[in-house]
């Protein structure tokens, strides 16, 4: 076996790959871990980044983390290369942190249980990372928010529900309240707290507030959501209740609404509760907010409010489809869409921006705000798995998301905080969009890729199981930056979507139909096997597995396909059982003599913990090209590769003897590529073609958002020679 480095003519450029952009844009230019804050045995414990913010000056981060019970701090003086700066132990649960000065003040759960809660506000001298001062606030805090001037701190006190009990329904003793704390020289006033009750005012389960979320703004009057109450209210400088007011609902339209393995953008819902979460004021007359759901509800959007109640900008299901055209929709919980979770609000530059956070698409939007009646979508950015919260640091032309969940017990992401700097560039991500068609075309989970032969930038891509009731073949025109998928294929038998089918492979036959590779789970009565599709998408031809390969046969099965004249070339990704060690086959299938053969390939040493197989393979010139990776993801990523065999080299044995081997070249470490978009490496490098011009073009698996940040990243590596 030997190995060989090969150039192409360009290389990938992140920078120069997208058109000129008018206006400035956020761009994420690094990843923070969370383990990276925690030592010994701490590391391997699940952590989180949930609440975030930043000190004065914009050089530090602190994030609460409740499933380690701390506050987590990350030097940003240089925001491209963050660096861990360790936790403070909270005795508690921690919450919402907000900083003043020198020193953070955070809010903390210390409920012995739901019926019993209880809680305290801990202040921490940020110099020497130590507790110096806590006062009891006398239930649950969840949200805390400063006064601009630094005169006083509101609390959320939510008293949360026991959604174990009565289905989780409302009214549940006790209640929740707001408090309000003076600050006198940067320290807390414990005994000036007051008790702001917040009975008797929502139409739904007025007895049991449960308060959400607080903002303050510059002429100290507080807003605070009832989530679960649907009830917003705003209370004056004086700290009496000034106006209160439903969250009312939204009758949502073009939107998909049932967990069924596919995407289907025409359906409604009427009169769907906002139940906003997150809140913050824009100017002292408005604010906006986050409309997450809970246990009614969920409008998939947010809402902007004049703070007498009545609406002044409402986003329904706008910015959900958005972000669906990016293939980020979460099909599998899709009971509140992409979940809107958090707000933010900074002017850069003189210019005011909203910052909207998608806790199950894994985005965050950015909007113009010079007009409150119609806020201008400017960007979407991708974040890391489940964004709970955001910082934005104007100074430094800087933003900050906190991610939430930690997948490593999974063998998947760690929770990260991940920040974007604004600046000249355009914007890196989407690299894919099927914006703008009609009806919106959903798609998520690309596991295969083949190119037009007749017109260069033109490809073809397919989704795998993740949408098993509407297997899809899409077009994607690569001229365009993003590139855009234009239209869409639904693969049928007998007239309706196909049914059990993986589809991991893709490759044209010449006529306008295609050749798809299925991967089977024999285990669930799936078949791998070869599928033939006309130009309509309609299955006119299937071919099962010979016996000597059913024999042999695991889970890991097909994960390509190509053809060269009469025979079709298949990769398997795994070894199989009657595999040596470190071999794979490539299986040919000559359509006209109806006969089976393989060679085997060698894979390269699986990382610890992980392993290594194929996902692509493609015929170009005298050569087919084949993808090669490991399983593992973030820092743990090790195999990401484009390899070459040449096609002389394909000479298929009969099943059931000895199988040869070919030499594999290396054409591309994929890493780098990978790394340039600055959040954790990902995992699922599925597809590869080569277009009519002999451009190269790669794209990434975003598992259908599920336990995934959602990112699909879709880009050339210039000409293939």
């Known amino acids: 076996m030997t190995f060989r480095s090969l150039c192409l003519t360009s290389a990938l450029a992140l920078a120069t790959a997208f058109p000129a952009h008018a206006e400035q844009s956020f761009n994420r230019i690094s990843a923070f871990a969370t383990p990276l804050n925690a030592t010994g045995a701490e590391a391997a414990k699940p952590s989180s980044a949930e609440i975030i913010t930043a000190t004065e000056d914009g050089r530090k981060l602190i994030y609460s ?39 953070a003040f955070a809010g903390v759960n210390t409920s ?69 704390l003076p600050l006198s020289k940067g320290a807390v006033d414990c005994g000036g707290l007051q008790k702001i009750e917040l009975t008797g005012l929502a139409a739904v389960a007025g007895d049991d507030p449960e308060p959400e979320f607080v903002s303050v703004n510059t002429a100290g009057e507080i807003v605070v959501t009832l989530q679960e109450n649907n009830e917003i209210v705003v209370i004056g400088a004086d700290g009496k209740v000034a106006a209160h007011f439903s969250a009312g609902t939204v009758d949502l339209a073009g939107i998909d609404t049932k967990k069924d393995g596919k995407l289907d953008f025409t359906g409604k819902k009427d009169a769907v509760a906002r139940e906003p979460d997150a809140v913050k004021w824009i100017d002292t007359d408005h604010f906006v907010t986050a409309n997450e759901g809970d246990w009614k509800g969920g409008a998939r959007g947010f809402t902007i409010w004049n703070k ?20 980020h929709y979460p099909d599998k919980r899709n009971k509140k869409g992409v979940e809107i979770e958090s707000v933010e609000v900074a002017e850069f530059d003189g210019r005011k921006l909203l910052f909207v956070a998608a806790e199950r698409a894994s985005l965050v939007a ?69 914006a703008g068609t009609e009806p919106l075309i959903g798609w998520a989970a690309l596991s295969a890729l083949t190119a037009d032969p007749a017109k260069p930038g033109h490809l073809f891509a397919a989704s795998d199981s993740f949408l098993s009731a509407a297997p899809t073949i899409y077009t994607i025109d690569a001229t365009q930056k993003p590139a855009r998928i234009t239209a869409a294929l639904t693969v049928t038998r007998g007239g309706d979507p196909a049914q059990l089918m993986d589809i991991e492979g893709l490759t044209g036959d010449g006529e306008g139909g295609f050749w798809l590779a299925t991967e089977g789970r024999t ?65 040919a299938y000559d359509l006209d003599a109806e006969k089976w053969g393989a060679v085997q390939y060698p894979l390269d040493a699986a990382p610890e913990g992980g392993w290594v197989g194929l996902s692509e393979i493609t015929l170009h010139g005298d050569f087919a090209y084949l993808i090669e990776r490991d399983n593992q993801l973030a820092d743990r990523a090790a195999v990401k590769r484009l390899y070459r065999v040449a096609l002389a080299d394909l000479k298929p044995a009969e099943l059931g003897g000895p199988l040869p081997v070919v030499t594999k070249e290396l054409v ?15 995992d699922k490098v599925e597809g590869f073609a080569i277009d009519a011009a002999g451009e190269g073009f790669v794209v990434t698996d975003n598992d259908g958002v599920d336990d995934s940040s959602g990112e699909t990243l879709f880009w050339s590596i210039g000409k293939v020679e």
């Open 65 to 103: 983390d409740s499933p380690l019970g701390v506050l987590g701090l990350i030097d940003i003086a240089d925001p491209a290369a963050p660096k861990p700066l360790g936790t403070v132990a909270m005795g508690g649960e921690p919450t919402t942190t907000v900083v003043l000065g020198n020193f």
């Open 112 to 180: 012995e249980s739901y019926a019993k809660p209880s809680g305290k506000l801990v202040t921490v001298d940020l110099g020497t990372q130590k507790i110096v001062a806590d006062c009891d606030l006398g239930g649950q805090p969840d949200s805390v928010a400063k006064a601009p001037d630094g005169s006083f701190l509101a609390v959320a006190i939510e008293n949360e529900r026991d959604e174990e009990v009565n289905e989780g329904d409302l009214p549940q003793a006790p209640a929740g309240y707001l408090v309000k």
């Open 308 to 327: 007498d109640g009545t609406v002044v900008f409402e986003a329904g299901a706008s910015l959900e489809r958005e972000m669906a055209a990016l293939g």
């Open 366 to 434: 950015v909007y113009d705000l010079a007009d409150l009646t119609a806020p201008k979508l400017l960007q979407i950015l991708p974040s890391g798995i489940s964004p709970e919260g955001l910082v934005a640091i104007p100074a430094r032309g800087l933003l900050a998301t906190a991610n939430e969940v930690d997948l490593r017990e999974d063998g998947l992401a760690p929770a990260h905080v991940m920040l974007y700097a604004l600046s000249d560039a355009a914007p890196a991500y989407p690299t894919l969009t099927s």
């Open 523 to 587: 285990d669930k009565m799936i078949p791998h096997g070869i599928v033939h599709v006309d130009e309509t998408g309609a299955i006119d031809r299937q071919i099962g597995l010979p016996p000597e390969l059913a024999a042999a046969e695991t889970r890991f099965g097909f994960e390509g396909i190509a053809v060269a004249g009469n025979v079709l070339w298949l990769a398997v990704q795994r070894p199989w059982k009657d595999d040596p060690k470190g071999m794979v086959k490539l299986i």
């Open 668 to 682: 591309r470490d994929l890493l780098p590529d990978l790394a340039a978009w600055n959040g954790y490496i990902l």
